[in-house]
């Protein structure tokens, strides 16, 4: 029997836990150090145009701390090999680096086994791998693929040329107009042709973080697979694959602070093991003949030829870096921010927001009316501010709203209120020159 605490003590217990959860928030928000946090990035600390950079581009790609510089440097000066089969010195120290950083990438998205991450050049390759090497073992001739309206290019093109290549169908998962993925249309969408749906986590131009839990529920109680595309939730939420139960999940180490050229895609083993290999070559082998070949297991299967060993090694120390700052900071220091730049953009006349989602992340897309997005961008160039400008990869997205493109600012943790001021202030001044 479950012993009732009397009503005083209990009160008493809230209290205590309500002060341990103020002291943790506190604890928090004093161990984040902006000045010491900017210091790690050099680039940051510059002039352009004689105006201090203010760097707002960080959905496209992050710039990377002097411990990933560190680290990569190392590799080069004191132990750069290739890796695996290594009979030397050299060769053993670059393959356990590599190794180290595979168990990091475990770690961080919380996966069963090292097995199941791969290491790929980018979000792109883990998603034409899977759309290849799954396509190619579970799709047939009318067979059905599910992706949303509001993909990067990179998670609909790989479908589109798998689906031309085994006459199967993409069905298109559609938004509304604040940039809401309509999961309550997946039931109609669903038939007994889908074999797998392939969804974004975080919406690179509306910052939209859709409710992949959901959807993956959805999907598996039809017996359907998810790849879900990370490429920009990885830097910013706290991932857990088992607790998503995701069957694949793609991301790119240089939206991370960590090198370009360097990608994970973390898979189902007992899919995984399924699949053919998408690429032949080195490594990816068990033995080789004329008469047949046969093919490495897990991971090596999928990393055919000499991989990115700087840029992977490199990459452990990303890991690092976003750990010891940790993911909830992160999370809700970029949430300041984008709710600072939300509130000041809305007071501009004949400025529109896409994507007015609750749940977003640190991505505001916008255009002023009668100004075109380029030149917006173009400017403010000239102001020191870095913003994209165009389609972001997401032509479908663009015709849902009927638009050509935005400007898009992208906040990382390293960005400051007072960064936000200034992009406002030369963003006024630009539209007062039309
Ligand atoms: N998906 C999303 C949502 C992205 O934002 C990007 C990069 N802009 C990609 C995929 C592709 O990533 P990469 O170019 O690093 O392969």
């Not at 940051?44 to 496209?60: T, W």
């Not at 039809?222 to 910013?236: F, T």
């Not at 093991?273 to 299967?301: R, W």
């Amino acid at each position: 029997m479950k012993a009732e605490l009397p009503a005083k003590k209990k009160t008493k217990v809230r209290n205590i836990q309500t002060i341990i959860v103020i002291y943790s928030i506190i604890a928090l928000i004093m161990s984040f150090d902006i000045n010491k946090i900017r210091q790690d990035f050099p680039i940051l600390n510059q002039k352009i145009y004689n105006r201090p950079l203010v760097y707002f581009d960080n959905a496209a790609t992050t710039q990377r701390p002097q411990q990933v510089i560190d680290a990569l440097n190392r590799t080069y000066t004191e132990y750069y090999g290739n890796i695996h089969r290594a009979a030397h010195f050299l060769a053993d120290k670059a393959t356990l680096a590599y190794e180290d950083t595979r168990e990091k990438a475990r770690n961080l998205i919380n996966a069963e086994t090292r097995e199941q991450i791969i290491f790929t050049k980018g979000a792109t390759e883990s998603i034409n791998l899977v759309a290849f090497s799954y396509g190619e073992t579970f799709i047939q001739e009318g067979d059905e693929i599910i992706v949303s309206e509001m993909e990067h290019h990179s998670n609909i093109v790989p479908w589109q040329l798998m689906a031309e290549r085994k006459k199967a169908r993409i069905v298109m998962l559609p938004i509304d107009d604040t940039g809401r993925l309509l999961v309550e249309k997946l039931d109609s969408l669903i038939t007994d042709r889908t074999r797998i749906i392939a969804v974004t986590h975080i919406s690179n131009v509306l910052g939209t973080i859709n409710p992949v839990k959901l959807i993956i529920e959805k999907a598996h109680a039809r017996g359907i697979h998810v790849l879900v595309d990370g490429a920009q939730a990885v830097p910013h939420l706290k991932i857990d694959v088992q607790e998503l139960d995701v069957d694949f999940y793609a991301f790119s180490a240089h939206k991370m602070y960590g090198p370009n050229g360097v990608g994970v895609l973390y898979g189902k083993k007992e899919l995984l093991n399924k699949m053919p290999p998408y690429q032949g070559g080195g490594e990816m082998i068990s033995e080789v003949s004329f008469a047949g070949t046969t093919y490495n297991e897990l991971p090596y299967k999928f990393e055919a030829g000499t991989p990115n060993i700087s840029g992977v090694i490199a990459f452990g120390a990303a890991i690092d870096y976003l750990q010891n700052i940790g993911l909830e900071t992160i999370a809700s220091r970029e949430n300041e921010l984008l709710n600072y730049a939300t509130s000041e953009l809305l007071k501009i006349n004949g400025l529109r927001i896409y994507g007015t989602q609750q749940e977003k992340s640190g991505v505001v897309s916008f255009n002023v009316e009668g100004i075109h997005f380029f030149d917006l961008g173009t400017m403010l160039d000239k102001f020191g501010i870095a913003v994209r400008t165009g389609h972001h990869c997401a032509d479908p997205l663009m015709a849902h709203f009927g638009i050509q493109g935005t400007v898009r600012a992208s906040f990382a943790f390293y960005n400051t209120m007072e960064e936000i001021d200034r992009f406002i202030d030369a963003l006024k001044k630009v539209i007062a020159m039309f």
